[in-house]
């Protein structure tokens, strides 16, 4: 069982019989009162939001979750498709289940799965993956106050802020967490 306190982002709690991952957390603490955690949850299953507040003295559920190495296959209009590394066989999450994940996923990818009672729920992304540049304007030096940047487009799709050295065909490493250019890759 879990205090308050140790819920924090990204930790995977069964409420009602479901797993649910904290996505966003905050203490509360008010004068007299005792102290309070709000938090939101994604349902692993379902994709579905859910706000909830702990009282000081709640113990929550940690979920039983077994985790696996996969490699990510193909996507399709509804699915994403991966392959277990050590069984080999393949299954599929849908949109909902990997969430904002999509925007980094490309194909061969290593990524680490999330069992609840033998099914995978959800999967998680390595912190750091290299992406390869499809599209970057040039960099044109002027008004740069500080850092100067440009947005750029991932063999994803995604869009992200660049430093403006960084050219069509260049493979960068980005932050899967924050979204974020972490470093050019040699």
Known sequence: MLSINDIKLGTVITHQGQPYQAIYTQHIKVARGGANLKTKLRNLITGQ???LTF???DKIEEADLQRAKANFLYSDENNFHFMDNE??????????AI???AEFLKEGLAVDVLIYENQPVSIKLPVKVDLKVMQSPPGIKGD?????A???TLETGKEIKAPLFINQGDVIKVNTETGEYVE???
Do not use: C, D, I, M
């Open 150 to 152: 440009k947005l750029v």
């Open 55 to 57: 009282s000081g003295g």
């Open 87 to 96: 069984s080999y066989e393949q299954f599929s999450l849908n949109k909902e």
């Open 184 to 186: 050019r890759v040699n």
């Open 144 to 148: 740069t106050a500080g850092s100067a």
């Open 99 to 101: 969430g904002a994940q």
């Open 49 to 51: 939001n859910l706000e």
